[in-house]
C-alpha cells in the first residue's frame, strides 16, 4: 500500500511517549515535534493509529504546506489545493484551525477563509458548493498555522482521541483519558505490583490502567472521522478491529483499586468502568484516604488529589497536602506514589522528597507530577480491603 505523511498531534510532555508508542505499531521515520509526532505509513498505518495510540489526541495526514503572509494569500494557495481529490460536492465539510505566532492571530476567522476557499473552488468547478457540517462532516480539515507557515490536512479522527467514548459522566477536574493514559507510561507503571489510585474520581486512571494490563484498543469504543471518508476502506477496519478483539487479555495482570471518600464519584467511576466494559476488572470502594489502614506496602499509586478548583483557602490546601505526605510515610511504605497536582505551592508541603518531577499541563493548567518513594525494610504486608 502507498506510503504517505501522517502528524499524530498530543499534549506538551508526551511527545517522546507518543513517538514510542508510533514505533510499536510498526511505523518508520518517526520524529518528535513539538505537540505532535511526524510518521510515515500507509492506510493500514492510519487506521491503526486512531485505533491503537493511548497518547495521540489526533491523526492528520497533511495534504499541503505553503507560506503566507496574509489573509489573501493564505486564501489563494488554499484554493489551489485540488479539493475534488478528496470529496464530492455533495460531501459535507469542517475547518478547524489552530494559529499561532505574529502573522495570523485569528484561527476562526482562517477557518472561515477555508471555507470560502472550498466553496468557491467548487463553485468554480461545479456551479455549486458543497454544505458545511460542524459536528458530522464527511470531511474534516484541520488548519494548522505557525507565523507563515500553513499545513492543511484531513483530519482522520474527529472529535479527539481524548474523548475515548466510555467517559459518559465525569466529576470535577478530571483528568482526561490521554492524559492519563501519557502519566501511566510516564511513570513506567509496574503492572507486577497492585495498582492503586486513592482519589480515582470518575476512574481515569483505574480505566486506563485497567486497558493497558488487559491491551484494550483505546479506539474500540467509539467511532472516527475517518469512517465517512469517500474511500473509507470498510475490510481494513474491520479486520484491524477483529485482530484488536484477537489481542485482547481476559484479565488485567494485577490487582487495580480505585477508591474515593464520595459516593457520587464511586457511582461514576463504576458506571465508566462498566461502559468500557472492564467493572468486574477494578476493585471501586469507599475509603477516606486519610483513614487508610496501615498495610499499604508494595504498592504502586497515581493520585491527582483536588488541587483546590473550588477556590478553597491555600492555607487549607498546604495542610491537605503535608497530611497525604503524612499518610504516604506512615501507611504505605514500600510503596510509590506519583502524584499529579496543579497546586504547585501545596505540593511542596508533602513534606518527601520527590525522586522525580515531570512537566505537564492538564488542560491549559501547568501541572507537576512527582514520584515519591517511601523506602523500609519491615515485613512485607498485603494490601487489604
Ligand atoms: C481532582 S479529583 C480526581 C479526578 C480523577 N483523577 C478523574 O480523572 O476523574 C480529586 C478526587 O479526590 C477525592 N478526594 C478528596 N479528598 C479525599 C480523601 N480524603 N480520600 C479519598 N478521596 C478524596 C475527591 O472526592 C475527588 O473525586
Redesign the pocket.
Known amino acids: 500500500m502507498e506510503k504517505f505523511n501522517i502528524i499524530a498531534t498530543t499534549f506538551f510532555g508526551l511527545e517522546e511517549v507518543l513517538a514510542e508508542e508510533i514505533k510499536a505499531l510498526g511505523s518508520t521515520d518517526v520524529k518528535t515535534l513539538t505537540r505532535a509526532v511526524s510518521f510515515s505509513g500507509d492506510n493500514e498505518m492510519l487506521y491503526k493509529a486512531n485505533y491503537w495510540l493511548r497518547t495521540a489526541l489526533k491523526i492528520l495526514v497533511p495534504i499541503k504546506t505553503f507560506s503566507a503572509f496574509n489573509d489573501k494569500e493564505f486564501y489563494e494557495e488554499a484554493y489551489k489545493i485540488q479539493w475534488q481529490d478528496y470529496m464530492a460536492v455533495t460531501d459535507t465539510f469542517a475547518v478547524d484551525c489552530v494559529a499561532s505566532g505574529p502573522i495570523f492571530t485569528h484561527s476562526k476567522y482562517l477557518a472561515l477563509k477555508c471555507k470560502d476557499a472550498i466553496a468557491d473552488y467548487f463553485r468554480q468547478k461545479r456551479g455549486r458548493r458543497p454544505d458545511v457540517d460542524v459536528e458530522y462532516p464527511d470531511l474534516r480539515i484541520n488548519v494548522h498555522v505557525y507565523n507563515s507557515q500553513v499545513t492543511v490536512s484531513l483530519d482522520s479522527t474527529g472529535i479527539p482521541m481524548s474523548k475515548r467514548g466510555y467517559k459518559t459522566r465525569?466529576?470535577?477536574?478530571?483528568?482526561?483519558e490521554v492524559l492519563?493514559a501519557g502519566i501511566l507510561t510516564l511513570t513506567k507503571t509496574d503492572f507486577s505490583t497492585p495498582f492503586v489510585?486513592?482519589?480515582?474520581?470518575?476512574?481515569?486512571?483505574p480505566i486506563e490502567a485497567c486497558l493497558m494490563q488487559m491491551n484494550i484498543a483505546p479506539g474500540s469504543f467509539r467511532h472516527f472521522a475517518l469512517e465517512k471518508c469517500r474511500n473509507f476502506d470498510s475490510q481494513l477496519w474491520g479486520r484491524i478491529k477483529k485482530e484488536a478483539k484477537e489481542l485482547r487479555k481476559t484479565a488485567p495482570e494485577n490487582t487495580i483499586y480505585g477508591?474515593?471518600?464520595?459516593v457520587m464519584?464511586l457511582d461514576?467511576?463504576t458506571q465508566n468502568a462498566a461502559n468500557a466494559g472492564v467493572d468486574k476488572f477494578i476493585n471501586f470502594d469507599r475509603?477516606?484516604?486519610?483513614?487508610t489502614p496501615e498495610n499499604g506496602f508494595g504498592l504502586f499509586m497515581v493520585?491527582?488529589?483536588?488541587?483546590g478548583?473550588r477556590l478553597e483557602n491555600q492555607e487549607d490546601m498546604n495542610e491537605?497536602y503535608k497530611q497525604i505526605g503524612d499518610v504516604l510515610k506512615s501507611c504505605y511504605s514500600g510503596s510509590k506514589a506519583w502524584i499529579?497536582s496543579g497546586n504547585l505551592t501545596a505540593l511542596k508541603n508533602i513534606g518527601l522528597h520527590p525522586s522525580k518531577k515531570i512537566k505537564l499541563f492538564n488542560g491549559p493548567l501547568e501541572c507537576r507530577l512527582e514520584c515519591f518513594e517511601m523506602y523500609e525494610g519491615s515485613k512485607k504486608k498485603k494490601y487489604e480491603n
Open positions: 465525569q466529576t470535577e477536574a478530571p483528568v482526561n492519563a489510585d486513592p482519589m480515582c474520581g470518575s476512574g481515569t486512571f477508591f474515593d471518600k464520595d464519584a461514576i467511576a475509603k477516606d484516604f486519610f483513614n493520585m491527582n488529589p483536588p488541587y478548583e491537605f499529579l
